[in-house]
């Protein structure tokens, strides 16, 4: 059935799968925006994984220092209060 919907889609003009993919988020999701205020600090930007697209971890030849310090931390926690 997905196959379909998606045949449907490649056929059309690029602004009417714009008004199709919006009438259906408005149909599946409503109209309201909802948002997270919860804060995310980074306590390294060290990684074992190899993504290629991530643009957040490093090598640690360029990370710098591993791990934020206390205070790094705590400025970070306070400025998403």
């Known amino acids: 059935a997905s196959g379909g919907m998606a045949a449907a889609f490649a056929a059309m003009p690029p602004e009417a799968m714009c008004e199709a993919a919006q009438a259906l988020t ?34 640690p030849g360029r990370a710098g220092q591993a791990y934020l310090d206390r205070e790094a931390v705590l400025e970070i926690a306070r400025a998403g209060a």
């Open 26 to 59: 408005l149909a599946g999701h409503g109209a309201i925006v909802t948002y997270s205020r919860k804060v995310f600090i980074p306590l390294t930007k060290l990684c074992r994984d190899v993504c290629h697209y991530c643009t957040f971890a490093q090598t």
